[in-house]
């Protein structure tokens, strides 16, 4: 009797403990996951590309290129998971000292697009008066250009219709009131 007490005790134990253990493991199994799917790391080719787009970018306007920093990336990273996992993938800008451009896309892109899509608001800047054109959008092109920026990281994720959603991260920051980009 004494002995059968202590055989079920141990064997609830271990049941107990399995589940523990199984349940644990499936937990982790979807976090991982659900993260891997919705994080689209940037192959090296792609940093290179983004890095030499903006360079291409800032070389015909006369300004110093721009080197490629991890911490940026980082950031970028962060923030564009965060978009499409909290944000339903919704094109927000968070408060930073950094400089940020955002691209969204409902299909698939690729570095130099991305680029050449933000640069494409160089039609709609006005050196002289270093404004917008009336109801146009210029600030993706002037941070991507701006002369005192020297860090750029980038970083995209995947959204949970497939969408692209794509964040590059300036130090320091362009855009600046009452000074032009170059």
Not at 60 to 87: F, Q
Not at 134 to 155: A, F, S
Request: charged share 25%.
């Amino acid at each position: 009797m004494k002995y059968t007490k202590i055989f079920i005790k141990n064997r609830v134990l271990f049941i107990m403990f399995f589940l523990l253990v199984f349940l644990t493991n499936c937990s982790n199994y979807q976090y991982k996951n659900a993260t891997k799917r919705y994080y689209a790391e940037l192959s090296a080719s792609e940093k290179e590309e983004l890095l030499a787009e903006h360079n291409k970018w800032r070389a015909k306007v006369g300004v110093s290129a721009l080197k490629w920093s991890y911490e940026m990336e980082k950031l970028a990273i962060d923030w564009a998971y965060k978009l499409s996992r909290t944000y339903g993938c919704r094109m927000m800008h968070r408060s930073s000292n950094y400089g940020e451009n955002i691209f969204w896309a409902n299909y698939p892109v690729t570095a130099k697009y991305v680029v050449d899509y933000w640069a494409e608001e160089r039609f709609n800047y006005d050196y002289l008066s270093d404004s917008c054109k009336p109801g146009k959008v210029c600030g993706h092109y002037t941070q991507i250009v701006w002369k005192d920026t020297r860090e750029i990281g980038c970083g995209r994720a995947l959204c949970q219709g497939g969408e692209e959603i794509w964040v590059c991260n300036y130090n320091p920051a362009g855009n600046i009131k009452g000074k032009k980009p170059y």
